[in-house]
């Protein structure tokens, strides 16, 4: 006979959180390689122009290399397991843009008509106050999610911004276009900034909305049609967008914002038929405003007959139209480059004149780097939105992939309509290139919306914390024979 033996097992429940790497070393190791690079491109433009090492090398180096040493210290600090590429890719930007400013400084032809000389200095100054905008959006915004309870505010707040360029006394209207403002001596553009809190409301009205955004009354051919009621948003946004383009002359913007949205829009529904709308939206705005505002039309023959539009600046025709040379002479300026470019410091862009280092820095960067520089930088953009679009697959909660690819989607929206404007792809915008051109809004602007993305990224990647430990963990096992 044998009898059950009751034997006490004890078995400790220990389930530990899995140590996700911070990638903070990987970070400030890229961080080397995004400073050294800057610093000797501007050594190279320093040897081209004068045959010497410039004099401001070393400040430069220690200027770019404390910011960016600054900017990893509170990413270390308050981000620590975000994404480790953002900060170095925005970093090697913004020092190559600071060095072809300079390099645009040195022009006597630009100096002579007073739009060179000292745009480098106000540039590392603006990325000066970027770099404390980013740490204080890392500082105060502890979670992301928290952005979500103003996003009617948001709306209001991104209204005010478009809005304050048409204020009679502060709107400024430079070049034909009406998005500036003018403070205490400084232009402001306020669009710049207008992007980021309109991701903001964009994000939260569509996490709420999406399901019924998504449904469709009916399918033709191969696409499934909204409900009419459900096309209110997209009717909204697009006629917004259309008076932006009217009163404030404004393409840039305006395709920036509707684009913006129509990506969110695809992206929270899965619905193709809303891109195919937007596309089809959007074109008919831009030809119907096209067809009554000349600012917009003289951008347009620039852009189907750049060399027109070159001989009639240069012949002096007083027909009441500002004729520009620009869009030709960006066109040559790349032809020039050629595949490897002439080098560093020795292309001729300054004949651009105006603009040179903001709206065509591009055109600089194709002739002294040639195709494979320009194609580099694009590959910079680009990885910037690969990651940023990466960290929306990542978040955990709808509000962070949606704020995520409306970020991403408005930085790569932004580079392609100023590359494709300068290149001659599509007419031009007036916007600048992020990082690079010249301009305090561009720079704080883009600083801080790779400050949210970096934020949006370590929450994402951030390990769960472990559970705490089961005051149940003793069991009893019975053992028998």
Request: aromatic share 10%; net charge positive; no cysteine.
């Amino acid at each position: 006979m044998s009898s059950s033996t009751n034997t006490p097992t004890h078995h400790t429940s220990t389930i530990g959180s899995i140590g996700a790497p911070s990638r903070r070393n990987t970070e400030l190791a890229l961080l080397v390689f995004a400073v050294v690079i800057p610093v000797f491109a501007y050594a190279n433009v320093g040897l081209a122009i004068d045959d010497k090492v410039p004099t401001g090398l070393l400040s430069y180096g220690l200027g770019l290399g404390l910011l960016a040493a600054v900017a990893h210290l509170a990413v270390r600090k308050f981000a620590p397991y975000a994404d480790p590429l953002l900060l170095p890719l925005a970093t090697l930007l913004n020092g190559l843009g600071l060095v072809i400013i300079w390099r645009l400084d040195q022009s006597k032809l630009l100096q002579s008509i007073n739009q060179a000389g000292n745009a480098a200095p106000r540039q590392l100054m603006y990325t000066a106050l970027a770099i404390a905008l980013f740490v204080a959006v890392l500082f105060f915004l502890k979670d992301h999610r928290v952005l979500q309870r103003y996003t009617y505010i948001s709306m209001v707040g991104a209204l005010v911004l478009l809005l304050l360029p048409l204020v009679p006394g502060l709107g400024a209207n430079i070049y034909g276009a009406k998005i500036w403002i003018s403070v205490a001596g400084f232009s402001i553009q306020p669009g710049e900034f207008a992007k980021i809190v309109l991701a903001i409301f964009f994000a939260g009205y569509l996490m709420v909305k999406r399901d019924a955004l998504a449904l469709a009354s009916r399918r033709f051919m191969g696409l499934y049609l909204p409900r009419g009621r459900d096309l209110g948003p997209i009717l909204v946004v697009w006629f917004i967008s259309i008076l932006i383009l009217v009163f404030e002359t404004d393409l840039g913007t305006s395709l920036l914002f509707f684009g913006m949205f129509v990506i969110m829009l695809y992206v929270a529904t899965e619905r193709t038929s809303w891109i195919v709308f937007g596309l089809l939206m959007s074109a008919g705005g831009a030809v119907g405003v096209a067809s009554f505002e000349p600012h917009i039309q003289t951008r347009v023959q620039a852009w189907l007959d750049p060399m027109h539009e070159y001989m009639l600046s240069r012949s002096g025709v007083q027909d009441g139209i500002i004729h520009s040379e620009q869009a030709m002479q960006a066109l040559w300026a790349f032809g020039s480059g050629g595949t490897l470019g002439t080098g560093l410091g020795q292309g001729h862009s300054e004949l651009i004149r105006f603009a040179a280092n903001s709206d065509f820095i591009l055109a600089t960067f194709g002739e002294e780097l040639g195709l494979a520089g320009v194609m580099a930088i694009l590959m910079l953009y680009g990885l910037i939105a690969e990651r940023g679009i990466r960290t929306a697959l990542a978040a955990r909660d709808p509000f962070g992939k949606l704020l995520a690819v409306g970020l991403s989607g408005a930085f790569a929206l932004q580079v392609f309509v100023v590359a494709g404007g300068v290149m001659g792809l599509i007419p031009l915008t007036g916007m600048t290139m992020p990082f690079l051109a010249s301009g305090g809004s561009s720079v704080i602007a883009n600083w801080a919306l790779i400050g949210v993305l970096i934020r949006i990224s370590d929450t994402a990647r951030r390990p769960a914390p472990a559970p705490a430990p089961s005051p149940d963990a003793e069991m009893t096992q019975v053992v028998r024979p």
